[in-house]
DNA sequence: CTAGGCTATTGACTCGAGTAGATCCCGGTG
DNA sequence: CACCGGGATCTACTCGAGTCAATAGCCTAG
């Protein structure tokens, strides 16, 4: 350390700009630049080393702002989801915070509670704070595309099983996903399979439900009860409670989501039934919470991480002006023992 | 091209200034800015209104990178979490949203994974993008102060139990949840409580290993079995197992964390034990996955919504010159059936 | 010894918005 | 009629960094 005094710990220091470095390094403010940014122009090695040492001196970091005016790019991407502490959206926005990461990009967080107006809102202020791109898991599955194109930015549309032309968008196929979950059931001789739907706000049916249909068709097997709630533990639970009740009640239910699987073991668990004895459960997402549930969840893994990593290229790819497009992941099954495997 | 057909969808649309909607106005740029700031000069009413038309006919967004340049302040708030999957730091990163964006602020999210280095970098790259204020979670017990100094920007250290002088910082009274859920386990007649504590790289012990011994103490029995391991699920699990087969088996556990507690549960029905029956167990954060689990975990409720707000005002507070200060907020048990209450 | 050809460096302009200071225009006074 | 007050508006500079065109050295070939 500086055996000379050190300064007043909270005087409030002025930022260290390119001239103060051009100034201590006696050079001019286009070489910092370029020391900096390693082009365009080359640098004497020596000039380059007493840049660099006035830079260590003095602290300098080049103000981000001024960089993303001048550039037209703040090397920010906004994700837009329902709610963060969903397990599920958490997973998703690790991963595309590390995907961004790589790539340089810092990422803006922002939750619209499933809440459209707010969506909306937060679409708009990441529009005027001149991210470069948007990941918007909308709390719709028809998302209002209007907003993102009037604000002009490029997106992808998350969690999207259908093509939005125009858009990138990414998904998974629901239906491939959910038919393997249904059709392990079916394997371990259960006939009177139940579903626990998310509810959903679409003219068209979610493919997991269709997935569930086409399994059960498939097998020659009559389709058991279903109950539509929330994407949640909650809703889970609920839908739970109902299907125990219903008059044909199934030995075996599928979930639409591992939170709803959750809430779907609690109910079991409340009514005294034993999983996968007296009722057995499979889900979807492949979520952390998932494995260590009691018992642990037999669920339709989503490959978050290729998916995330898919929807920020396609974001950069974008800016560079490549066309979008829509892609479908395929899942897998993640056998637990929910299902009654040992 | 037909001047009257639309022009193609995807045409690089120029961005539109401040200097568009002046020329569109018939008026001078600084009037806009006057109208869209709403000052610090009066616009006459006839004016403004031609130039709200004009802004809302062109669609004009003011840059926010050209605002933060000139003003200096980006209007963004900076989070470092060591995992965003983490349910109780994904609650916390949406209560901390939620205050930021009723202030205006927008969140730049970071996952520093644990990895010390990666933390350095992501406190250093905020506080290259100019934002407003970091609150750190840091991955250290005693995050290294320096960079924040060096960084120079108004922090909130988070989950802080001890003082920093200098330093905002916000945690709870660990060691008083402790001991309440201790209490209260002792209440239910156990003599031999075992702890289930998470690792921590600091010299002192941490808040929650005193209040456990505490209790202990107060009430006049033995230390139980202590096993330290990872603040997670895994973790959890492994200390159920170690915790299972030391020799003097406890009749009850108490986990540093919720997700201690959830493989704790899982370790305890592995082994064909019933929860509380064989094993009571309570656990600490009040994360919702723990009201979900089997049986629902009693458990420590930290008030991460206030804390969150407490977290955003200081840093806004600082940026207007108020003292640095340290803040400690109270636990609440919540009791469920993990404990053995019915 | 000078022209030619390099390379390293610099000066100066630019991005878009905030705002101080200058200017313009109007009605009202003396 | 000249002058002044004062509100409305405009001109011009600023923030910090990227980068191009111009320049300053300097070495070598003729």
Redesign the interface.
């Known amino acids: 350390m500086d055996p000379m005094t050190t300064p007043a ?2 005087a409030p ?1 002025a ?1 260290v700009t390119r001239k103060d470095v051009a100034r201590y390094a006696g050079v001019s403010t286009a070489v910092v630049s370029y020391v900096v940014n390693r082009g365009p122009k080359k640098v004497a090695p020596a000039t380059e080393a007493k840049v660099q040492d006035a830079i260590r001196v003095l ?1 300098y ?6 960089r ?2 001048k550039l ?1 790019s ?1 090397e ?1 991407l906004g994700l837009v989801v329902p ?5 599920f959206f ?2 998703f ?2 991963a595309v ?2 995907a961004a ?1 790589d790539l340089g990009y ?6 619209s509670d499933g809440n459209l107006a707010k969506e909306r809102r937060n679409i708009r ?6 991210v470069d791109g948007v990941l918007l898991a909308s709390v719709l599955f028809e998302p209002d595309l209007e907003v993102l194109e ?1 604000a ?1 930015i490029p997106s992808v549309l998350l969690n999207q099983e259908r093509d939005a032309p ?1 858009f990138n968008s990414i998904g998974v196929d629901l239906a491939a996903g959910a038919r393997i979950a249904v059709q392990h059931l079916i394997g371990h001789g259960h006939t009177n399979i139940g579903l626990a739907m998310g509810t959903n706000v679409s003219d068209s049916t979610d493919g997991r439900e269709v997935g569930w249909r086409e399994a059960l068709q498939e097998a020659g097997l009559p389709e058991g009860p279903i109950v539509y709630s929330a994407f949640t ?1 909650p809703g889970g ?1 609920l839908a739970g409670q109902r299907l125990l009740a219903s008059v044909n009640r199934p030995t075996a239910i599928f979930a639409t989501s591992d939170m709803q699987g ?2 779907l ?2 109910a079991i ?1 409340e009514a005294g039934l034993a999983v996968p004895g007296d009722m057995a459960v499979a889900s979807f997402d492949g979520s ?2 998932s ?6 969840l037999t669920t339709v893994e989503q490959p978050v991480a290729v998916m995330a990593e898919a929807a920020v290229a396609a974001l950069v790819g974008a800016s560079r002006g490549e066309k979008p497009r829509h892609r479908i992941f395929p899942t897998q099954l993640h056998v637990r023992q929910s299902c009654g495997c040992p």
Not at 83 to 87: G, T
Not at 106 to 111: K, T
Not at 291 to 296: A, G, N
């Open positions: 710990a909270h220091r930022p602290g970091r080049p103000n981000a702002a001024a993303a005016l037209g703040s920010t709610d963060i502490s969903n397990p958490a997973l926005s690790h915070e590390d990461a810092a990422l803006v967080l922002s939750n202020n990441l529009a005027a704070r001149q009037t002009d125009g533990r639970y959750i809430g073991l609690r668990h952390a919470e494995e260590y549930s009691w018992p642990p």
